[in-house]
């Protein structure tokens, strides 16, 4: 699905039910305000059956590259030190992902979906019955 290649930075101000997701996941305010202030780019290379995501937080110290293989479970550490396993499948022209981060006896799980909407690619995370979507602009 070539039109998720490129790169893409988050509208600030998009966010759509924030606090509540954040919430259901068990997030902090202090990370949520974090969120809400930063400026993230992520980029997407779609290459047969594998998707390349880099994704970036600007004024913060990480960046992380994944490599995903459709159907295929990776593991790796999040941002906040989690150890993760992530999957991806196509779902039409959209791309579903689930999720799973474990940290100091907390399990967590989640999916997300994204899918192009004019020049934006929109991202909705749901936990449980709680969504949340964002949206990103490709630069």
């Given at each position: 699905m070539e039109k998720f290649n490129g790169k893409w930075e988050l509208v600030t101000g998009s966010y759509e039910n924030l606090e509540a997701f954040s919430e259901k996941m068990g997030v902090l305010k202090e990370e949520v305000e974090m969120l809400k202030n930063a400026v993230m780019t992520t980029t997407i290379k779609m290459e047969g059956n594998k998707q390349r995501m880099t994704l970036e937080c600007n004024g913060e110290p990480m960046k992380q590259e994944l490599c995903f293989t459709e159907g295929e479970p990776l593991e790796y550490k999040g941002f906040e030190g989690s150890n993760m396993t992530s999957d991806y499948k196509w779902n039409g022209d959209r791309?579903?992902?689930?999720?799973?981060?474990?940290?100091?006896?907390?399990?967590?799980?989640?999916?997300?979906?994204?899918?192009?909407?004019?020049?934006?690619?929109?991202?909705?995370?749901?936990?449980?019955?709680?969504?949340?979507?964002y949206k990103m602009k490709k630069i």
């Open positions: 791309i579903a992902e689930k999720h799973k981060a474990e940290k100091d006896g907390t399990t967590r799980e989640w999916t997300v979906e994204r899918y192009i909407e004019g020049d934006m690619m929109v991202a909705k995370s749901t936990k449980d019955d709680v969504s949340m979507t």
